[in-house]
């Protein structure tokens, strides 16, 4: 079975400054897709990032971006130019490609990022 | 397009009691799969439906159970609740296939007395 450890509970950042999240994660598979999931204090979870094992470059998207090093099942996320709407709590989650199971998402515990203003 | 709601927002049962949750899917989208969220445990899968059958399933009781209507739309009931099933309960949408995002409801929150 996938398993996905945030160790970090909480991180505080100064606004305008960049902060990395981290993540690992444990599987047998090749193929899968890994995600970053921000759940802000109204609740609804929204997809910030994905990669796709297979790829080797890293996945930006705006502010957004990723460090996955599949040798050592890492994956961070770094958000640049930090804002105070980025404060929320941060899900690293992982999905296999394999048929029957790939509709499910392992979760991490999250991070709960504060920003300073 | 509307995004993906649930139905009630919050509930209030008192153990033993039952409940029934709903869930209605982004128009199009014919999976919903459905997830506890708890302080403790995290956010953990409960089950997933495509196309009115259910395609994989979590580890817990079969006192969750669900289903899916030809519309899509998802109901979760959880029968004889516990204190510990208090949670946010979340549902998600996608088109299907392992590329298609998933995209979360706003949850309901279940508080068991």
């Known amino acids: 079975a996938q398993t996905v450890t945030q160790s970090q509970p909480e991180m505080s950042v100064q606004e305008a400054e960049t902060v990395t999240l981290s993540c690992t994660y444990d599987?047998?598979?090749?193929?899968?897709?890994l995600f970053w999931y921000k759940q802000p204090p109204s609740r609804q979870m929204i997809l910030v990032i994905r990669?796709?094992?297979?790829?080797?470059q890293n996945a930006t998207e705006n502010r957004f971006s990723v460090n996955f090093q599949k040798a050592a099942k890492s994956f961070s996320l770094k958000i640049s130019d930090s804002q105070l709407g980025d404060a929320a709590m941060y899900f690293c989650?992982?999905?296999?490609?394999?048929?029957?199971?790939?509709?499910?998402?392992?979760f991490g515990k999250g991070i709960t990022l504060s920003v300073r203003p | 397009k509307a995004g993906v709601t649930q139905t009630p927002r919050y509930l209030i049962k008192t153990r033993g009691q039952q409940v029934t949750l709903s869930c209605s899917p982004i128009?199009?989208?014919?999976?919903v799969s459905w997830y506890q969220q708890t302080p403790g445990q995290g956010l953990q899968f409960l089950f997933e439906?495509?196309?009115?059958?259910?395609?994989n399933k979590g580890n817990f009781p079969g006192r969750f159970s669900g289903r899916q209507f030809s519309n899509s739309r998802s109901e979760m009931n959880v029968s004889t609740l516990e204190l510990g099933d208090s949670a946010l309960y979340l549902c998600?949408?996608?088109?299907?296939?392992?590329?298609?995002?998933?995209?979360f409801g706003p949850g309901t929150r279940l508080t068991v007395l």
């Open positions: 998600a949408s996608s088109f299907g296939q392992v590329e298609n995002e998933q995209f």
């Open positions: 599987t047998s598979e090749s193929d899968y897709y």
């Open positions: 990669q796709e094992a297979y790829k080797q």
């Open positions: 989650a992982y999905r296999s490609t394999t048929t029957g199971a790939n509709s499910k998402l392992t």
């Open positions: 128009s199009g989208h014919r999976s």
């Open positions: 439906y495509f196309s009115e059958t259910q395609r």
